[in-house]
């Protein structure tokens, strides 16, 4: 019904920069919330979201390097990760809170994950 694709991992070196993209498609009516979590061994963090009036919130550790952004006419959703840390590495997965045309009510859908690996 609904796939979110996520793009735009990879290796970089500490202080470097990578932009994360996240398609959404299928049978969509709305999209609430969208947001990129980090799966590090044994975690799964939130990283950031933004709703639909692109009100924004970040984990305190990201803030003032990451920006999370979406483009509602593309159903996409967007993570510019400034200033990278070794820290910062793990799988990102994306996750938005969808409406289909088939039930009134949002529910949960996630992306594959895309590995984010930063070197020191």
Same mark, same amino acid.
């Given at each position: 019904?609904?796939?979110?694709?996520?793009?735009?991992?990879?290796? !970089?070196? *500490?202080?470097?920069?990578?932009?994360? =993209?996240?398609? *959404? =498609?299928?049978? &969509?009516?709305? &999209?609430?919330?969208?947001?990129? %979590?980090?799966? *590090?061994?044994?975690?799964?963090?939130?990283?950031?979201? &933004?709703?639909?009036?692109?009100?924004?919130m970040y984990?305190?550790?990201?803030? +003032?390097?990451? &920006?999370?952004?979406? +483009? /509602? *006419?593309? /159903?996409?959703? #967007?993570?510019?990760?400034? =200033?990278?840390?070794?820290?910062d590495?793990? !799988? %990102? #997965?994306? /996750?938005?809170?969808?409406?289909?045309? %088939?039930?009134? /009510? #949002?529910?949960? %859908?996630?992306?594959?994950?895309?590995?984010?690996?930063? =070197?020191?």
């Open positions: 019904q609904v796939q979110l694709v996520e793009s735009g991992g990879g290796l !970089v070196l *500490a202080g470097g920069s990578l932009r994360l =993209s996240c398609a *959404a =498609s299928g049978s &969509i009516s709305s &999209i609430n919330f969208m947001g990129w %979590y980090r799966q *590090a061994p044994g975690k799964q963090r939130l990283v950031a979201v &933004i709703g639909g009036k692109n009100r924004t984990a305190d550790s990201v803030k +003032d390097r990451f &920006i999370i952004s979406r +483009d /509602n *006419a593309k /159903n996409t959703v #967007y993570l510019q990760m400034n =200033s990278l840390k070794p820290e590495t793990g !799988v %990102y #997965y994306c /996750n938005a809170e969808v409406r289909t045309y %088939y039930r009134l /009510n #949002y529910e949960d %859908y996630w992306g594959q994950g895309t590995q984010v690996t930063v =070197s020191s």
